[in-house]
């Protein structure tokens, strides 16, 4: 069986970190395995354009793994295309760069493996809420400078304490967000996702649900972003949006770039409508050098808290995504039923009801 990795380069790193396991050099740890079983494993991380691995592969390739942080974009194009293709597996969370319909209609199976990196990424949101809030990379960035002047940063910095935190999206992630940020007494923590929590979850977090995106943002110091990008998300935060956020509120999605309009952000930003954008996630990845949202700044000059997408990669997630992704392989190798919540479309038909209400 011919199975096919579309993963990111690790390089001298991943030669000196073994742990780097969702690289090109270290190949989700599956290799000698897969060779064990005599499948043939090929791992590559060029995925653009006609003539790369990606599109050469997948002509005949049975099974596909990808990864959201170097992701293989498999359209329906290349759907057609792969005439042996039965299961695309994504190492970590987010399989929105496969066409999930084109893969309901050919009856291709795509799993994720849920839940191994949650806790990973909402750490991060959590981070970035802090280093917006309290403008922390100015307040750095002063200090590699050589300056020193305390009032330049105190400026445009605040308290978490009091303020009002909403989170689109209260799945795996949200919630975690919420969760964590009991202890630092927000002034109110709302959640906008057509999935209601119980009311015993809902207390959990402190959390009150608000139906209507509008109302929502209008009442939020800060908006996370921490749902699927779908027919329903794609470029759900468009001017129109943003224009009903709190004047100086700050944004964090670490969700998919594509869930905010780049142009619009970067435009909301410089007007200081959004005191602050931070997250990993791009509409394009890897990000071209002049993307607006690399040095896009708040009218004090501060306010961006991006890095490349590598929330959902620590060291830890890699070790349990590879892990999950060697359970889904073994799953499908023995004919054996897997794990529900690992089912994002199952033969023909979609399984999850995180992508949308349809
Ligand atoms: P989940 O499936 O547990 O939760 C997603 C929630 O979003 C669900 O409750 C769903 O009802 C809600 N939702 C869907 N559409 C919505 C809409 N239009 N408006 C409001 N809510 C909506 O997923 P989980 O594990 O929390 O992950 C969420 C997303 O985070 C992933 O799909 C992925 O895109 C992203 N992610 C990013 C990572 C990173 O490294 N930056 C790593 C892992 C996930």
Known sequence: MKV???LYNGFNAAVKEPRLLGTVENKLGIDKWLASRGHEYIVSSDKEGPNSDFEKHIADAEVLITTPFHPGYLTRELIEKAKNLKI???????????DLNAAVDHKIQVLEVTGSNVVSVAEHVVMN?????????????MIERGDWQVSDVARNAFDLEGKVVGTIGA????????????PFDCKEHLYYDYAKLSTEREQAIKARRVEDIED????????????????GTRGLINEKLLSKFKPGAWLVNTARGAICDADDVAAALKSGQL????????????????????TMKNPLGGGNGMTPHYSGTTLDAQARYAAGTKSILENYFEG?????????????????KAYGQR
């Not at 799945?171 to 967000?177: D, P, T």
């Not at 054996?336 to 999850?352: H, S, Y």
């Open 4 to 6: 096919l990795a579309i």
């Open 88 to 98: 695309c597996v994504t190492a970590g969370v987010g399989s929105d760069h496969i």
């Open 129 to 141: 809420i802090l280093a917006l809030v309290r403008n922390f990379v100015p307040a750095h960035e």
């Open 171 to 182: 799945g795996r992630i949200g919630y975690r967000v919420l969760q964590r940020l009991v």
């Open 216 to 231: 929502f943002v209008s009442q939020c110091d800060v908006v996370t972003v921490n749902a699927p990008l779908h027919e």
């Open 275 to 294: 005191r602050g954008y931070a997250g990993d996630v791009w509409n394009v990845q890897p990000a071209p050098k002049d993307h607006p949202w690399r």
């Open 336 to 352: 054996r039923e897997q794990e529900p919540a690992d089912v994002i479309v199952g033969l023909g038909a979609w399984a999850t």
